[in-house]
């Protein structure tokens, strides 16, 4: 069975430019995801479709109302009986990395809601228990471009996505450090020769160069990256040693 992602949302219209191209697109094409939108407004039942309303309390913005998001929930699971690994993106989430990219990947059925304006009626995430996702420290004026985030890097994981070619077992994260330099044609270009060893032919010193590459530039770039990398490897050769 196909991956199913549900999307919840206000603004349907904005997930098709990007469900539509590229990745995504040709997941869906080859059968292995199929993506299903719900327009959260459909659920309104008041004559002004009403999705939000002012913090009791009082303060500035809106609040996503609990009724159209409980009743829209409910519609999409019933469309389908698998159950839905339910997700909410909101900057208190636990922060997207590739782990739980490649954690979603393994499910069956994805549903995320994408909600606008201030914020969620605490009450959506205490009854529908969804997990919280963020997909970085910035805020975004709704969880839409969040959402596509995570079904882009999920998506592209999925078995058969991907051609042996761009397959994503050797790129960065996949073992903790950043890629290596590439270069193409013209060999040199306004006066920058691209590395030597690349041209050798000689593929254990590319290979090496290209490794040596990737340390320097995780160490430089990313230390936080750097130190998890040199953590894991002593854990490695720690179990190695054990008898
Ligand atoms: N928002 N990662 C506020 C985000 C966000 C993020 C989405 C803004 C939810 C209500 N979502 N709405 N960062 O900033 O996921």
Redesign the pocket.
């Known amino acids: 069975m196909p991956l199913r992602i549900d999307i919840l949302t206000l603004f349907p219209e904005m997930f098709q430019p990007v469900l539509g191209t590229s990745i995504p697109k040709r997941a869906a094409d080859k059968g292995l995801v199929s993506y299903h939108l719900t327009n959260v407004r459909d659920f309104a039942t008041d004559a002004h479709k009403s999705v939000d309303d002012r913090p009791f309390g009082g303060g500035p913005g809106m609040v996503?109302m609990c009724p159209v998001v409980f009743d829209a929930v409910a519609a999409a699971e019933a469309q389908d009986p698998r159950p839905a690994r339910r997700i909410l993106?909101?900057?208190q989430?636990r922060v997207?990395d590739q782990r739980l990219a490649e954690e979603l990947a393994r499910e069956q059925r994805l549903l995320l809601i994408?909600?606008?304006?201030?914020?969620?009626d605490e009450r959506i995430i205490e009854g529908l228990r969804p997990m919280e996702?963020?997909?970085?420290?910035?805020?975004?004026?709704?969880?839409e471009?969040?959402?596509m985030v995570v079904i882009d890097a999920v998506v592209r994981l999925l078995p058969g996505v991907l051609g042996h070619q761009d397959g994503a077992a050797d790129e960065t994260f996949a073992d903790g450090l950043l890629e290596f330099p590439q270069y193409t044609r013209p060999r040199e270009f306004r006066g920058m020769p691209i590395p030597e060893v690349l041209l050798g032919g000689n593929h254990a010193a590319i290979a090496k160069w290209r490794l040596q590459q990737r340390k320097e530039r995780t160490r430089q770039r990313r230390p936080d990256l750097w130190r998890a990398y040199l953590d894991k490897q002593q854990q490695q050769q720690q179990t190695a040693r054990e008898p």
């Open positions: 996503m993106l909101s900057p989430g997207f994408a909600g606008h304006y201030e914020g969620f996702v963020s997909i970085g420290d910035y805020v975004l004026s709704g969880g471009l969040a959402a």
